[in-house]
């Protein structure tokens, strides 16, 4: 199956079943269909190879949707970059990628015009607004720019003949490098589609699912709930961001919501509102949760704000999409745990010789094989060989994550930490997490983060970064003593800094790199 079809199947199945709302647009399945073949059509007119890439960059719109879905049908892969990215490091995926087309709107045309000098692929600018697109900048521009309507004006509604096969590479998503560059790591169509049926099984999704999405379309848990609603026959509902939360809540209830993608971030504002006890949530099935766990404190309010809606608890990485979830029925009971490998999925903890461990309780470097692991990244053979290594079976390759993990005598498993963030406090090594979670536990903070800095004394020593709730105040020696009551005084933070909010990411995760 190729990642197209999520689209043209359910085009044939509900095609006046309404697939995307946006502010006040309403499509159904059959008009994307049409629209992405008509754009899919205008990337053949200009020549769009098989495997070509399609770069997309604007905020998370209709436009977005049918670009992915035009650009999979061509039969090129499609990028999808954060809206929020300025030029250098745009300059830097456009290039490293050899992008041909850039879907893109009048916002961002600085930023691609100062990029543009060095990105001898690029061939073709399409502007979804660029009847309103009239700037110096435009003006001085080496590529031909083309008007998204009259793309789509001009060509026809027919699916192209398919060009790919299911090994084929579908996407290539950016994410953070150790270098200060993105890497991009490389999806076939494959790797997405077993990701995608792994994720509708456990979360039981149907076509009465009904799933708002506030989250990028660059970040793979943001692209997700388009590709899994468009497969499953559901309805996304998109709002571009958190910035109005009562909003967002009158959403919910307005349109029936029954899937609630969350990160932290997001919970952390929901904590905040004080007139959430006036709303009631009839139809909300799930919660679901990845980017970073959830604190034990801050899923008893989950289920406090949302009685009758599952929490689902669930951790992954770029690239394989997804590694496990914690049944609901699960989280009272261990809200720690990540729980076990998603449904197709073999996971297993190695050693630093790479040697499996059976012990339960044991840290080591959480390994994953499936059909859901990425091909590689892009033009980085030294580092897919680090993340790609043999398995257990003859001429197979399998995932090492980074992370640190341990699981219990059930099976269960529990986020450590980043192999790299272990933090090494007078020879022994901490785990910020757990430190974390302690923090957590304290009645008036609402966000905590811990890093290491150095100590003359100690080489390093702990630091914590707090954000309390509106209105409370917490003296840092009480911080501290709290933690002394509940772990090793090693572990407890030398260093605590308060203040009224930590910095995100553009995925809403704590941004631990802006801590200083």
Known sequence: MLVNEFLENSADRFPDKIAIISDDRRLTFLQIEHLANRLANAFLYLRLQRQERVAIYLEPSIEAIISIFASLKAGGIFVVINPQIKSKKLEYILNDCQVKILVSDSHHVREICDSQKACSNLHYLILTDYEVMQTKESKKSIMKILSYKQALDRNRASRPPKRCIDIDLASLIYTSGSTGFPKGVMLTHLNTVTAANSIIEYLENTPEDIIIDLLLLSFDYGLYQVLMAFKFGGTVIQEQSFIYPYRVIELLVKEKVTGFPIVPAIAAVLFNMKKMKNYSFPHLRYISNTGQALPPKHIAQLQEIFPGAKIYSMYGLTECKRVSYLPPDEISRRPTSVGKAIPNTEVYIVDEAGKK???????????????????????????????????????????????????????????????DDMIKVGGALVSPKEVENVLYEIKDVQEAAVIGVKDEIMGQALKAFVALKDGASLKKQDIQKYCARRIENFMVPKYIEVRKELPKSSHGKISKHDLN
């Open 357 to 419: 461990i059976n012990e339960p309780d044991q840290i080591g470097e959480l390994v994953v094989r499936g059909a859901h692991v990425m091909k590689g990244y892009w033009n980085l053979p030294e580092l897919t060989e680090q993340a790609l290594r043999p398995g257990p079976l003859p001429d197979e390759k399998v995932l090492y994550t980074g992370d640190l993990f341990k699981m219990d005598s059930e099976g269960f498993l529990y986020f450590v930490s980043r192999k």
